[in-house]
T-cell receptor
Framework: AQKITQTQPGMFVQEKEAVTLDCTYD???????LFWYKQPSSGEMIFLIY??????QNATEGRYSLNFQKARKSANLVISASQLGDSAMYFC???????????FGKGTHLIIQP | SQTIHQWPATLVQPVGSPLSLECTVE??????LYWYRQAAGRGLQLLFY??????ISSEVPQNLSASRPQDRQFILSSKKLLLSDSGFYLC?????????FGPGTRLTVT
């Protein structure tokens, strides 16, 4: 069975500061993928970034980067130069091999303050 | 590019009534399709997934069922809704390296 743990229920961050959202995972699969999604108050789930378990380099997408530490089973999301529009719920998720669906964490509510 | 549609956007139904939520995908063939439910203030829970027409895998025993009558159509149903079926229902398409979500249906069972 797969498990995702997000230990920060809520975070307050000053605008323009960098933000690190924590995510640890547990799986017995050798091959797996890690995802981060943003969910604003409108409810839509917006894909941010993906990291494969065999990828040697950390994934980056614009202001988003994933700090992947495989030995620690950690996949933290880093948002550089935070903006007011970054305020939202953030979910970490993982997928085993094949067509499996995603297993989600409980999320972190990020609030960016001016 | 791929687009995923869900309807209705919101729904209020009495306990014991039937349910039918529809999801369609454009711009891709033979996608893997998924239904998730999000209870208030919680993460998403996988309900069903499908790798092809007529092929449905259930992840959680419950009051719901799913069908895939066409390649790009995925339907979530119930014969009799329970109060505990309230939530935000999201359809997604994807494969091993990606999964994209539709806009969701917010269901309130009264």
């Amino acid at each position: 069975a797969q498990k995702i743990t997000q230990t920060q229920p809520g975070m307050f961050v000053q605008e323009k500061e960098a933000v690190t959202l924590d995510c640890t995972y547990d799986t017995s699969d050798q091959s797996y993928g890690l995802f981060w999604y943003k969910q604003p108050s409108s409810g839509e789930m917006i894909f941010l970034i993906y990291q494969g378990s065999y990828d040697e380099q950390n994934a980056t997408e614009g202001r988003y980067s994933l700090n992947f530490q495989k030995a620690r089973k950690s996949a933290n999301l880093v948002i550089s130069a935070s903006q007011l529009g970054d305020s939202a719920m953030y979910f970490c998720a993982m997928q085993g091999g094949g067509a499996d669906g995603l297993t989600f964490g409980k999320g972190t509510h990020l609030i960016i303050q001016p | 590019s791929q687009t995923i549609h869900q309807w209705p956007a919101t729904l209020v139904q009495p306990v014991g009534s039937p349910l039918s939520l529809e999801c369609t995908v454009e711009g891709t063939s033979n996608p893997n399709l998924y239904w998730y439910r999000q209870a208030a203030g919680r993460g998403l829970q996988l309900l069903f997934y499908s790798v092809g027409i007529g092929q449905i895998s259930s992840e959680v025993p419950q009051n719901l069922s799913a069908s895939r009558p066409q390649d790009r159509q995925f339907i979530l149903s119930s014969k009799k809704l329970l109060l505990s079926d309230s939530g935000f229902y999201l359809c997604a398409w994807g494969d091993t390296y990606e999964q994209y979500f539709g806009p969701g249906t917010r269901l309130t069972v009264t």
